[in-house]
């Protein structure tokens, strides 16, 4: 007895190989019926025996094609037709909704097979691809998603080419980006001058220039790389001093997974990441002995590396050099760079060579950053390979657009219960960065289909991004305070709702009192939050020089518990630079000028790293607190160290001055500094806890909500983790969406929505 049921899928089914994958799992099943794209998503039915048909649906179910990613699917039986064929039909008109975008994918196993081998039609073609790989985005100039609107709309494709795009059973049915050699891009290496270098092939010259030590600037898939030989020290020292980056680790790209394991203790959740679609940069710890120019990340005990995630990646690697330094092209500070041209003027005085392609990028999309911990990717920033794929969040909002943060900035659109966050912008503080953020407001709306009359932004008055949204006309605008955003951000990326207790440890954020704040204990749900604590109010003596010179926040906090004590502790520990007018600075603190307030956990470990000796002075953020968390993983545990918690202003005051005090005594009593590193994170850790308990002593709340950038620290992470489940509370951490001001995009969208609801 036949029946016919109607299915309609939703989520990323269409770009992705799922038409010829339902044509190819029907017939498998010995079913009737037809596959269809529409606006609203992918319809399918068939028609066959009762058993069949459920056999169908699980195996779609379970084994989609790598790229989809099915978020809804609806049934409801029909009556029989009597078909004996499945066939795929004509698409739906298509309007934008419900078709997503999905990211750029590395090129898959079979493509690469089909690169090195010498019969095949692609053999060392730079741009193989297949509708389970390949550019997404980053070739995209409208949607919906269709070859018209990519950059490959210039490259005719050839009858070879054009017979396997229209075959339903070829694996490149479909693909947009498919090409070879005949039809498709081609690639050109070019002096400092822009000028073509005569010569043979292009990536076999290019392999020969880094293998002699030079920096050869490469396009990529959403940006340019600068490469550079790892094993090369001079190399990439001339990199460094070239890029002026002095000591910000650099990223590396290794040849497959065995060369990895030559460089870094990889374990089985590692293994996995480096080798997914997504290909994140991932953070790994260093293997003793590897082959790798000290430069690349001076100071710290982990790689961030990735594997190769293009075809032209997998044939310089191949044959050249077994670890190439790959760093983002970009002076520091701006955004990624994409144009040929543009790269040619950007960066002529950094790279020595170009090795450029006609296929444009027309969306920037930097590299995703990402760690294993406790089993599971945690990011550092989510971008290539993951945006724009919305993010699904446990129920519906009106439709949102969130202009997120200044540094690490994104945006976000919410639609319904999908969450569009974009890729990496970065900081604000270039035009070139204002300039990708406006480009970026514009295509993520095209891409969620929405054009919210609800904008959301932070409430520091000086962020780019707040400006922005009061320069939007025709809107109603939300403000969401920062550490709201960062707590909402973690409940939407666990899909949670109701009242917890969010503790956002962070650099800095405008507070609701207009105080800087950064270590922050909320009463808090999505709409809402009160302030049931915080680190007790310390001063940045200098204001933003102290971001800048740690040592300046640890001479206050020393200040504060030891009083006049504390200028001899400082000349012990060697505290303060030469050439510092201590005079001067003596008599800011006095006066209180140029010293604002602030509750920043973040500067908290600045100072505690200043005061073990790891630096008083950091070339980027929180580059103290990552040596000092370094050092920390080979220190044992011991006790944890004092801390103090009172009330006052209706709030629990945790007071830290006495740990860092604590800190300068041990390390003059010759305590070991790891052993030091370890006990202050554990301390930490125990004295968030603290606070917690009594806050669910007061409340009736047992969940905990970990947000903010200094979260990033594992150590701290796994500790508060361990600390908080000890004390029975329910612990949710980031998942999806990095704790650093990458998310906050997302915790205002969904703030401002809920308001909405
Ligand atoms: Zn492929
Ligand atoms: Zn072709
Ligand atoms: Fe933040």
Redesign the pocket.
């Given at each position: 007895m036949n029946k016919r049921v109607r299915y309609l899928f939703t989520g990323m089914v269409q770009g992705v190989g799922f038409r010829p994958f339902i044509y190819r799992t029907a017939k498998l099943h010995n079913l009737a019926g037809l596959v269809q794209n529409r606006s609203d998503g992918v319809r399918v039915e068939v028609e066959g025996p009762a058993h069949r048909i459920e056999a169908f649906l699980s195996n779609v179910l379970e084994n989609p094609p790598p790229l989809a990613r099915i978020s809804s699917v609806t049934s409801g039986e029909i009556a029989c037709r009597g078909e004996v064929d499945f066939s795929i039909i004509e698409s739906d008109a298509l309007t934008q909704a419900d078709v997503h975008i999905s990211p750029d994918i590395a090129t898959c196993g079979e493509c690469v097979k089909e690169l090195f081998d010498p019969g095949d039609r692609r053999y060392r073609y730079p741009f193989i691809n297949c509708t389970n790989c390949g550019p997404r985005l980053t070739i995209i100039s409208d949607v919906p998603y269709d070859r018209s609107r990519t950059s490959m709309s210039r490259f005719p494709l050839c009858s070879l080419c054009r017979k396997e795009y229209e075959n339903p059973l070829d694996r490149r049915f479909h693909a947009e980006p498919n090409a070879c050699p005949e039809c498709g891009p081609r690639l050109q290496l070019l002096q400092s001058d822009g000028s073509e270098l005569p010569g043979g092939d292009p990536v076999t010259e290019a392999v020969r220039l880094l293998r002699e030590g030079m920096v050869v600037a490469v396009k990529g898939i959403g940006g340019f790389h600068l490469a550079v030989n790892a094993a090369n020290g001079d190399a990439v020292e001339r990199l460094r001093i070239k890029k002026n980056r002095e000591e910000k680790p650099f990223a590396l790209m290794v040849r497959d997974i065995e060369s990895a394991g030559r460089i870094a203790l990889l374990d089985d959740e590692e293994k996995k990441l480096l080798q997914s679609p997504e290909r994140p940069i991932l953070l790994v710890r260093k293997k003793p002995g590897a082959v790798i120019s000290p430069a690349v990340s001076p100071g710290l005990t982990t790689f961030g590396i990735m594997l190769p995630y293009t075809p032209l990646h997998h044939l310089l690697l191949n044959k050249g050099c077994e670890v190439l330094v790959m760093t983002s092209a970009n002076e520091i500070d701006e955004p990624i760079c994409i144009g040929n041209n543009e790269a040619v003027k950007r960066l002529s005085s950094i790279a020595d060579y170009f090795l450029v392609h006609n296929r444009d990028i027309l969306v920037r999309c930097d590299d995703s950053v990402a760690v294993s911990v406790m089993n599971a990717p945690y990011f550092f920033r989510r971008s290539r390979g993951y945006a724009p794929a919305p993010l699904l969040l446990h129920r519906s909002y009106p439709a949102v657009l969130a202009l997120g943060?200044h540094l690490k900035a994104t945006v976000c659109v919410l639609r319904d219960s999908h969450a569009f966050l974009s890729p990496h912008i970065g900081d604000l503080s270039t035009p070139q960065a204002r300039d990708f953020l406006h480009e970026t407001v514009t295509l993520m709306r095209r891409i969620a289909a929405s054009e919210p009359g609800v904008v959301a932004c932070d409430l520091h008055p000086d962020y780019y991004s707040t400006r922005a949204a009061f320069d939007m006309e025709g809107v109603e605008l939300l403000r969401v305070q920062?550490?709201h955003a960062?707590v909402v951000s973690c409940m939407a990326d666990n899909g949670i709702t109701g009242r917890v207790i969010g503790l956002a440890m962070?650099?800095t954020?405008y507070g609701e009192d207009g105080t800087v704040w950064g270590g922050e204990f909320l009463i808090a749900d999505e709409c809402a939050f009160t302030r049931a604590g915080h680190i007790h109010t310390f001063i940045l003596p200098g204001g933003e020089a102290a971001i800048r010179e740690p040592w300046r926040v640890a001479m206050a906090l020393l200040r504060e518990h030891c009083g006049d004590e504390a200028q001899a502790l400082a000349s012990k520990l060697a505290l303060i630079p030469d050439g510092v007018d201590i005079e001067f600075f003596n008599e800011i603190m006095r006066k209180k000028v140029l010293c604002p307030a602030t509750s920043s956990m973040g500067r908290i470990f600045d100072a505690a790293a200043a005061v073990l000796g790891f630096r008083s002075v950091v070339n980027f953020e929180a580059q103290a607190a990552m040596e000092m968390e370094a050092a920390a993983e080979s220190g044992e545990c011991g006790h944890a160290l004092s801390h103090e918690v009172m009330k006052g202003n209706g709030a629990y005051q945790l007071h830290l001055a006495p740990l860092i005090a604590a800190l300068a005594h041990d390390r003059l009593e010759g305590v070991r500094i790891p052993d030091l590193a370890r006990a202050f994170h554990r301390t930490i850790a125990e004295a968030l806890a603290d606070v917690a308990g009594r806050i669910r002593i007061d409340t009736g709340l047992d969940r905990a909500v970990l947000s903010?950038?200094c979260f990033q620290n594992r150590i701290l992470l796994r500790d508060t983790v361990e600390c908080l489940r000890k004390n029975k509370f329910k612990v949710f951490y980031h998942r999806r969406v990095p704790a650093?001001?990458g998310g906050?995009a997302l915790g205002q969208a969904v703030s401002a929505g809920a308001r909405k609801l």
């Open positions: 943060a920062h550490h960062h962070d650099g954020g903010g950038g650093n001001d906050i």
